[in-house]
């Protein structure tokens, strides 16, 4: 039969001693403890975008990089066949739909202009009848 003992977890340091007024022991740190402190962050200054980027791949665990590659490649070629997609679109609107808008602007501006010129034949029709 298994028998359960209680621990107690105490640390002699967490009394009620604040954590500034502790002593701590640090007589095992050496000068190249320090020194290899110093290049630790003098590596990260120095550090890229894409040196990050590439260290990014260590968090995803070997046997399932091929998948995620996989899922990266299948999306790059979704994006890439939806711009194409929408170049052919755009481009073909504006070969085809240019020139409809352009001859139709202009027939709204002839029949404007019509317009215009019987109000104002009208206008002297009803100051001058007759005068044509």
Same mark, same amino acid.
């Given at each position: 039969m298994v028998q359960i003992t209680p621990v107690s977890v105490t640390d002699e340091r967490t009394t009620d001693v604040p954590y500034?007024? *502790?002593?701590?022991?640090?007589?095992? #740190? /050496?000068?190249?403890? @320090?020194? =290899? %402190?110093?290049?630790?962050? !003098? =590596?990260i200054a120095n550090e890229t975008l894409?040196? *990050? &980027? &590439?260290?990014?791949? =260590? %968090?995803?665990?070997?046997?399932? *990089?091929?998948?995620?590659?996989?899922?990266? @490649?299948?999306?790059?070629? #979704? @994006?890439?066949?939806? @711009? !194409?997609?929408?170049? &052919?679109? /755009? /481009?073909? #609107?504006?070969?085809l739909a240019a020139p409809f808008a352009l001859v139709a602007n202009s027939n709204m501006e002839s029949s404007a202009a019509q317009m215009g010129m019987r109000q104002m034949q009208d206008a002297n029709d009803i100051i001058a009848p007759g005068a044509n």
């Open positions: 500034e007024d *502790r002593d701590e022991d640090y007589s095992d #740190v /050496t000068e190249s403890d @320090l020194s =290899d %402190i110093e290049d630790d962050e !003098n =590596d894409a040196d *990050r &980027i &590439i260290a990014l791949k =260590d %968090i995803i665990s070997p046997q399932y *990089r091929p998948m995620f590659a996989d899922a990266f @490649l299948k999306a790059q070629g #979704v @994006l890439g066949w939806s @711009l !194409n997609a929408a170049w &052919i679109a /755009t /481009t073909s #609107v504006m070969f």
